[in-house]
């Protein structure tokens, strides 16, 4: 028998031999996370009377280091979409979204070393930064988000390259989607610190940068001779600031589907996860399934027992029944069908993006679509369904 | 309306808390090598911990192995942070309470060759050995690359064979 199993087998008896009090460890643990989360709020609470005071001498600017936002209240009131002074994001989550976005972007990343900043302040951008090796030596991806009015014309200027005559920037190419790819060399430095840079202003409300640099860390930048290139492409940083731009609610805060710890996050591709991320937190979901293209998940009412089937799926091509245009070129149909048992409704909206993406998302007042009734309405709103379908979160699941 | 949430909230975890503590506890005292009060701790850290993403664990696929990732995570975090002041000692600190006498030899010579090894070397034996976590899953569990985990489980491997004698089938008690 190989050593290995012999270790195995015997790690599996030693652990077996130790017991312990369950409940009593649970119990101890739910004291522990009450406090937890209050010291969260308290420091939510102090986050703000801080930047009351700062808010008179902070720059806005995109990129700066703001004080580390440690956390957030999931329990405060409701927010609007469309409050753009609503903005939180602990350092952990900042983390873990540059981390997850890099996986996404199919980054090869040795040894990486992630260090984030919150932020619960519209002013103050949210960052993170990790340092790696990329096969051919140290690099540096850094993250930048600010929460923004997108109606705001000073942001135009960010994301729109100047007149090639006087630019600081050796390329500059203005894209579509509210979006700017940047390359240039910071002159005087030993080598050049060379930098590419994709600002993106999200509809959602966030000013988004993501830059590489060919050096580790500023420190560097004065002594050492670099010679090549950043090795991240334009082209995978502007992956980078979609993922990052699809991890964020237009609440002014992410989503699981970004801030999941790196390593647990599901396939890429799959519609259920992206759909479980969307869905209004205060929904309980009973079970759940799906393909690659269609996801769906029951949510219950516990109190009540009443289910309401929701299901998402991307679709090729329909019929199209478009009643409104979002201020992003998307259409949006709404409708409501009868089902196949007697009083049971289908709430459908659908989103069709300018890039073609179209997502449909139904839900019905039933267990599933043939199923008999369970209750008058649906447990998720028409309006909560719209956000569902709307979310730019849909553009990480193709 | 309020209250009922809260409860609900606190039910739940308080499910998912006592039927994932047992086994948070066996791979928290593998981690910390037999110190039962330290995994105890451990593992009240970890829960804690997913009791306040609570409200997002609908979202997440697979908690348990979620909450097993947070574990090995804070483990690493606080050996980083204590490690300046640990010193190994040549006798376990705290005698594991050991419930099953079938083999005690056997086990208390595996927990002081895992006390042994660096904290993210034992991390990555207790993933691969005890929890079956293939080299990806481990090297994306400790924020590490697949390299970085074949050369830790090898380097490891090489220590515990040399530490316990080849086989550790030879350490067992005889019936």
Same mark, same amino acid.
């Given at each position: 028998?190989r050593?290995e199993?012999d270790?195995g087998r015997a ?10 009090d369950?409940?009593s460890l649970?119990?101890?643990?739910l004291v ?13 609470v ?12 902070a720059?806005?600017?995109l990129?700066?280091q703001?004080?580390?936002?440690k956390?957030?209240d ?11 002074r609503?903005?939180?994001?602990t350092a ?14 199919g ?27 990329d ?11 600010r929460?923004?009015d997108?109606a ?10 100047p ?9 500059c190419?203005?894209?579509p989607?509210?979006?700017?790819v ?10 050049g610190?060379?930098?590419w840079?994709?600002?993106m202003l999200?509809?959602?409300?966030y000013?988004?940068?993501v830059?590489t ?9 004065e ?7 950043p090795r991240m ?5 502007r992956?980078?600031a +979609?993922?990052?731009? %699809?991890?964020?609610?237009r609440?002014? !805060?992410?989503?699981?589907? *970004? &801030?999941? @710890?790196?390593g ?6 799959d519609?259920?996860?992206v ?10 979901i009973?079970?759940e ?8 998940v ?13 299901e998402? +799926?991307?679709i090729? %091509? ?5 009643n !409104?245009?979002?201020?992003? *070129? &998307?259409? @949006?149909?709404?409708r409501?069908?009868?089902g196949k ?5 289908q ?10 993406l ?20 649906h447990?998720?709103?028409e ?7 709307t979310?730019r979160t ?5 | ?5 809260t409860?609900?909230?606190t ?5 998912f808390?006592a039927?994932?503590?047992g086994h948070?506890h ?5 981690l910390?090598?037999?110190?039962t ?14 009791y306040?993403?609570?409200?997002r ?17 804070t483990f690493?975090t606080?050996r ?27 086990r208390?010579?595996l ?10 070397d034992r ?9 079956d ?7 994306h569990?400790l924020n ?9 489980s ?11 004698g ?5 350490l067992?008690?005889?019936?």
């Open positions: 028998m050593f199993d270790l790690l599996r008896h030693t652990a077996g031999a130790f017991t312990t369950r409940r649970a119990e101890g643990s522990r996370g009450r406090r937890r989360l209050a010291r969260r709020r308290a420091s939510v102090a986050g703000s009377a801080l930047t009351v005071a700062l808010l008179a001498t720059g806005a600017q990129g700066g703001g004080g580390a936002g956390g957030r999931h329990a405060s009131k409701p927010r609007l979409a469309g409050d753009y609503h903005f939180a994001v952990e989550e900042m983390e873990n979204i540059l981390h997850n976005g890099m996986n996404r972007a980054i090869a990343v040795a040894r990486p070393k992630v260090q984030g900043t919150g932020s619960s302040d519209q002013a103050r951008p949210a960052t993170a930064t990790i340092d790696f090796e096969g051919w030596g140290a690099a540096r991806v850094t993250l930048s988000v929460r923004v997108p705001e014309q000073d942001l135009k200027k960010l994301i729109t390259c007149p090639e005559k006087g630019s600081p920037y050796e390329e190419t203005t894209q989607d509210n979006r700017a940047k390359g240039y060399t910071e002159a005087g430095k030993a080598g610190v060379k930098k840079a994709v600002t999200s509809p959602n409300g000013l988004i940068e830059a640099h060919n050096v580790p860390m500023a420190k560097q930048a002594s050492a001779l670099v010679s090549r290139n492409n334009p082209g995978k940083l992956s980078l +979609m993922f990052v731009d %699809g991890s964020f609610a609440d002014g !805060e992410p989503n699981s589907f *970004g &801030t999941v @710890v790196p647990a996050e599901a396939e890429s591709g519609i259920l996860p759909l479980k991320a969307l869905l209004p937190e205060r929904l309980h009973h079970s399934g799906g393909s690659g293209a269609e996801g769906h029951v949510v219950i009412d516990r109190k009540t027992g009443k289910r309401t089937y929701v998402a +799926m991307r090729a %091509g329909d019929k199209e029944f478009w !409104e245009t979002l201020a992003d *070129g &998307t259409k @949006v149909g709404t409501r069908l009868t048992q007697p009083g049971v409704v709430l459908r909206v659908d989103a069709l993006r300018v890039n073609g179209w997502i449909s998302v139904s839900a019905y007042n039933a267990p599933s679509p043939t199923s008999r009734r369970s209750g008058a309405q447990l998720i709103t309006e909560e369904l719209k956000a569902v379908a979310s849909w553009l990480l699941a193709r | 309306m309020r209250r009922s949430r409860w609900s909230r039910d739940e975890f308080m499910e808390a039927g994932r503590a948070l066996r791979s928290a005292c593998l910390t090598s037999g110190d009060h330290l995994a105890e701790d451990l593992v009240q850290e970890t829960l804690s911990r997913m306040a993403l609570w409200g664990m609908s979202r997440i696929d697979n908690p348990a192995a979620y909450a097993q990732t947070v574990l090995v995570r690493l606080q980083r942070r204590y490690s300046a002041s640990e010193r190994p000692l040549a006798e376990l600190p705290d005698g594991p309470a050991l419930h099953d006498g079938n083999d005690p030899a056997l208390l010579a927990l002081q060759a895992l006390r042994e090894l660096p904290p993210k991390a990555v034996v207790v993933l691969r050995y005890w929890e976590r293939s080299v990806e899953e481990t090297a569990a590490v690359s697949s390299a970085a985990v074949r050369s830790r090898s380097r490891a491997l090489a220590k515990l064979r040399e530490r316990l080849g086989s550790l089938a030879e067992r008690t005889p019936a």
